[in-house]
Every structure is written in C-alpha cells, then in structure tokens.
T-cell receptor, first 111, second 113 residues
C-alpha cells in the first residue's frame, strides 16, 4: 500500500478562503514534500520539509510536520482560482531511493 | 534552463504491442525515476536510476523495464501491453540521489486499446 494517505480527498472553497490538506505516512522519512498537479499534467514541486523541521513557510504556503504522529499539513492562505489543482504529499523514505506519494487532494477554488 | 522532457506526449497502442517512452532530465541531474499514475492506483513508483544503475524498482511485472544512458537520459519499455497499462507515465529527475527535490516532466499519456 502507499506510504501516504491524504485527507480530504476533495475540497471546495471560496476564493480568498484558506485551504488545509493533511497527509499521514507510515515509516521513517528523510523529508516530506508537497506537489501540485494541474489536470493530469506534470507535478510541480511546492515545498519540502525535512524530518528535523516542524514548520516551513513559502509565500502563501505553510507546511507543518509532526514526526511523532507521522503526519503533515499544507495550508494555502488567501486562495485564488489558479490554486485549483490536485495536491500530493510525497515522502522520501529512509533507505529508499524513491518518493512515495499519497492519493492526493483535489482542491477547487470557486470564484 | 530546460526542464524534464518526456516524449512522446501522447501514445495509442494496441494490446500485445510494446512501447518505449523517453525522458531527458534536467542538465546535470543524474538521478531519474519513473512513476505510473492511474485514477485507481494513484502515483506508483516504477524504478529509479542513478549514473546508469538501477537502484530501486517498484512492484511491477517484468514487462516493465528501463535503462539509463551515460548522458542520464532514460527510457522505459513496456512489452505485451495490457489494457490496464493505460496511464500517465511521469519521469522525474533530481540533482541529488536523496530526492530533496524532484522535477517532473509533463508525462506521456499512454492509451492501450
């Protein structure tokens, strides 16, 4: 089974509101990353948080990581229509040369 | 700086045929990995190469194979195609082998009919 589980599977909010997505994983990781995908195209790297970090910011993005609970959250503030996409968390598992992805959250921003 | 280039972008094949997909990583990136994305299974890891060596392989049948060339370009091959192989195949390259940041191509959409 996949390493990451994301919640919710789908999220629909109004433009300007904040969006929060959660990710849980199962084993020890080196880092956790968030990616965005528009309409079945390639993935775009958003932000990386290392296993020894608890919170990280990048523009309107805030990521938290709780290694004791094996979970992470991605907060997008002041959402825009252009943020409509699928968001995936990916973990770089210790000892494995690969990223393990969650099922993703489909985010829809309504104007 | 050019991104990760995957060719072709779209492909339609018949069951039983074979297919080869190509990936050119970002210049200077020596690590290339491949993923299969389907609506039902999500993003599944296929294999990863670093300096022409396959370091990791996902749980896929032997019909799926790949290789990496000395210039870091990579190809993956699927033989005896099945309907279930229809998917978006994504290639990612990374400058470092520990995947601190992976850059993805636009993918190849394979449809098997």
């Amino acid at each position: 089974s996949q390493q990451g589980e994301e919640d919710p599977q789908a999220l629909s909010i109004q433009e300007g509101e904040n969006a929060t997505m959660n990710c849980s994983y199962k084993t020890s990781i080196n880092n956790l990353q968030w990616y965005r995908q528009n309409s079945g195209r390639g993935l775009v790297h958003l932000i990386l948080i290392r296993s020894n970090e608890r919170e990280k910011h990048s523009g309107r993005l805030r990521v938290t990581l709780d290694t004791s609970k094996k979970s992470s959250s991605l907060l997008i503030t002041a959402s825009r229509a252009a943020d409509t996409a699928s968001y995936f968390c990916a973990t770089a598992v210790q000892g494995a040369q690969k990223l393990v992805f969650g099922q993703g959250t489909r985010l829809t921003i309504n104007p | 700086k050019a991104g990760v280039t995957q060719t072709p972008r779209y492909l339609i094949k018949t069951r039983g045929q074979q297919v080869t997909l190509s990936c050119s990583p970002i210049s200077g990136h020596r690590s290339v990995s491949w993923y299969q994305q389907t609506p039902g299974q999500g993003l599944q890891f296929l294999f990863e190469y670093f300096s022409e060596t396959q370091r990791n392989k996902g749980n896929f049948p032997g019909r799926f194979s790949g290789r990496q060339f000395s210039n870091s370009r990579s190809e993956m091959n699927v033989s005896t195609l099945e309907l279930g192989d229809s998917a978006l195949y994504l290639c990612a390259s990374s400058r470092t082998p520990d995947y601190t940041e992976a850059f993805f191509g636009q993918g190849t959409r394979l449809t098997v009919v």
